[in-house]
């Protein structure tokens, strides 16, 4: 028999609304000229693409569902909904949304799908509701909660309780929380770092609910300077189409590009800003020969000014009015995703 489990989401949307308004309200009076705040652009494509994740949604159940009740019709296991057994699934799900979430990082078509959520620059409890519109790439991370009897309708339950959980702690508005919070919890502390783009912050946190997952994985970071949110490379628009499909048209290219057929694998299944050995070299290359001729062209600059100005009785012509050129700055070196 089917759970009769609350729908969760739809009696959290009035909470959500009510608080972004009193976020929205809070940064109109009292200002935070470091945080990242509001912008209205990106306020209406995280909630579009919000509610465009909601029809896909119900696209994509369709045949995750039919899955999800032949694995639970073939398992001889059942879990009974009970309150201490919801509580454990509970537990559990957040347990494999710990892995799941940490494989949409690191495997490049995965991160096609997630990328979504961390596409704005700006990090407000709006941020929460940027959710992504091919999230099919999620499903087989919970497959051995259903083949241990969990019903697919009571793991619809917990990954609803799951993803409210998740919309407070999008916020800049709320500091640390008690140590032991912290410790425990996924705080709005630590998904700041989460979503930040820093190379010592990038892929930490993956907790939903629990951040001890983190802890006993070794992906935690804790919050020090000020995040920096987006992307390594940001891609500045807010076509809902373009942040839904910006990675899988990236890796369409990549793949296209791609020499060797290990190479297009690659592309597709390692992490975002893999390179082959080759490439990654003549890369690492052009960048040093660059560095070392900005660094040469320097010197003879700082040489040829301090000759000058060593020999002030002199009538030679000045060269205090030398052409920048002779001092180009070399480019740094972007992590692509």
């Known amino acids: ?56 949604d119900l696209l994509w159940k369709i045949p995750i569902l039919a899955i999800y009740m032949g694995v639970y019709e073939l ?52 941020t929460a509701l940027r959710q992504p519109w091919t999230s099919a790439t ?24 799951n993803l409210v959980y998740q919309f407070w702690v999008h916020t800049e508005r709320v500091g640390k929380l008690p140590r032991p919070f912290e410790y425990v919890l996924n705080t709005p502390s630590h998904h700041r770092v989460h979503h930040a783009s820093q190379g010592g912050y990038l ?3 993956y907790g939903g609910i629990l951040i001890i997952w983190d802890r ?11 995040p ?8 500045s628009t807010y076509n809902p189409l373009r942040v839904a499909t910006h990675e899988y048209a990236a890796i369409a290219r990549d793949v296209r590009a791609a020499d060797t057929w290990s190479e297009r694998a690659g592309r597709v299944f390692r992490g975002p800003g893999w390179q082959p050995a080759a490439k990654a070299g003549a890369i690492t290359a052009a960048s040093a020969t660059t560095a070392a001729s900005a660094t040469t062209a320097t010197t003879a600059a700082t040489t040829l000014t301090s000759a000058t100005t060593l020999t002030p009785a002199t009538s030679a012509p000045s060269v205090s009015s030398a052409p920048d050129t002779l001092s180009p700055q070399a480019p740094a070196p972007e992590r692509a995703l």
């Open 228 to 235: 920096v949110y987006g992307l390594t490379k940001n891609i």
């Open 203 to 205: 892929d930490r946190n």
């Open 1 to 56: 028999m089917e759970p009769n489990l609350p729908d969760v989401v739809l009696w959290s949307i009035p909470a959500f609304v009510l608080l972004t308004v009193i976020e929205m309200v809070s940064y109109r009076l009292h200002p935070d000229e470091d945080a990242a705040g509001y912008e209205t652009k990106d306020a209406a494509t995280s909630v579009t693409m919000g509610l465009g994740s909601l029809g896909f």
């Open 216 to 226: 006993m994985f070794g992906s935690f970071a804790a919050e020090a300077e000020r």
């Open 75 to 126: 398992t001889p296991l059942r879990v009974p909904v009970l309150w201490w057994t919801v509580l454990l699934m509970l537990l559990a799900q957040d347990f494999f949304y710990y892995w799941s979430h940490r494989g949409h990082h690191v495997i490049r078509i995965l991160w096609a799908c997630h990328v979504v959520h961390h596409s704005s620059e700006k990090f407000n409890l709006t």
């Open 138 to 161: 999620v499903w087989p991370f919970y497959l051995p909660l259903i083949a241990c009897g969990v019903h697919p309708a009571a793991l619809a339950f917990c990954q609803s309780a």
